[in-house]
């Protein structure tokens, strides 16, 4: 029997659940939760997404995402998978380590969206000494969201929940933990009331949720990277033997990644004269640059400004 297809939309936030196969733990110690941590940030930034929240426990783990309008099976894909190749290589195994395809929900409602962060940060409450004490718990963002732990992988995007609470951020911080405490000890976020929910929400607070463009036309997308460069031919994308020009060809391959939608496949259609391999390098290569090249930063910048 075929499986059904995901259910997705560019202006959709997602809940994801992932769960290892029953004979072992998806993460076998502190180490892997940081690994697997450390690989959210390098997907989150790559593709520039936004995550609200998240819990991690042995055996699967919960994220709350706003993938921008990248398409999220493509996001998970590359996150589960790396973190499987880690695995395998540590633990000497092959093989499948994730249950099945991932769980996604669409979150549809602002009660929704806080209701879930309040279940997603209750989840450590079932680990031993952490009952009342969820707020310590390393490997969620709930001590994040109270100001209580660091924010080590520069994850979390609290202003999306908080705002709900309050524009004042220390009465917000107040408020939402008194929330996730109410919705734990009365269990109303098993089942969504969406009237008792939104009881706790300011009334003044309007959504700022923006989506990333991901569907740019390549050749319109071309002229904009070559103008913001300040770069008068366009050969410069065809002319895989200058090194010159091997910059830009990386950045233009990665914004095609994330911007149109393309996958590497159709980035090798586009160029022509390109192997897969050598697209995969270019686009890793390109991500690279707009993390570490103030020139290539300014780019993406004025093209997400663009979009």
């Not at 092959?94 to 209750?122: C, E, K, M, P």
């Not at 020139?295 to 910048?301: I, L, N, V, Y």
């Given at each position: 029997m075929p499986r059904t297809a995901r259910v997705k939309s560019s202006e959709c936030i997602y809940h994801i659940m992932s769960r290892s196969i029953s004979e072992i733990n998806l993460f076998q110690c502190d180490e892997d939760k940081n690994y697997y941590l450390a690989l959210l940030k390098r997907y989150k930034e790559k593709y520039k997404c936004s995550i609200y929240a998240y819990c991690i426990m042995d055996n699967h783990m919960h994220l709350f995402i706003n993938p921008n309008g990248f398409?999220?099976?493509?996001?998970?894909?590359?996150?589960?998978?790396?973190?499987?190749?880690?695995?395998?290589?540590?633990?000497?195994?092959?093989?499948?380590?994730?249950?099945?395809?991932?769980?996604?929900?669409?979150?549809?409602?602002?009660?929704?969206?806080?209701?879930?962060?309040?279940?997603?940060?209750?989840?450590?409450k079932d680990i031993d000494g952490y009952n009342g004490m969820e707020h310590l718990y390393a490997y969620s963002s709930y001590g994040i969201y109270l100001g209580i732990q660091n924010d080590r992988y520069d994850l979390i995007d609290k202003k999306f929940i908080l705002d709900q609470f309050s524009k004042v951020p220390e009465k917000a911080v107040k408020l939402y933990q008194r929330f996730v405490t109410d919705m734990k000890e009365s269990g109303i976020s098993n089942v969504i009331d969406e009237d008792i929910v939104t009881s706790y929400i300011a009334n003044e607070y309007r959504s700022e949720k923006k989506i990333i463009t991901r569907d740019v036309d390549p050749d319109t997308l071309v002229k904009k990277v070559l103008r913001i460069m300040g770069i008068q031919s366009p050969a410069v994308l065809k002319n895989k033997y200058s090194r010159k020009d091997s910059h830009i060809r990386a950045f233009i391959v990665y914004a095609m990644r994330i911007l149109c939608g393309y996958k590497f496949r159709e980035i090798c259609e586009y160029i022509g004269n390109?192997?897969?391999?050598?697209?995969?390098?270019?686009?890793?290569?390109?991500?690279?640059?707009?993390?570490?090249?103030?020139?290539?930063?300014?780019?993406?910048?004025?093209?997400?400004?663009?979009?």
């Open positions: 398409d999220i099976s493509t996001f998970m894909h590359c996150l589960n998978s790396a973190y499987v190749s880690y695995f395998n290589r540590k633990y000497n195994r092959h093989g499948h380590l994730f249950q099945g395809r991932f769980a996604s929900t669409i979150v549809d409602s602002n009660a929704y969206a806080i209701s879930l962060s309040a279940y997603i940060h209750n989840n450590s390109i192997t897969m391999s050598g697209v995969t390098k270019l686009s890793m290569k390109g991500f690279y640059l707009t993390v570490h090249d103030e020139r290539c930063q300014k780019a993406m910048k004025s093209l997400l400004q663009l979009v």
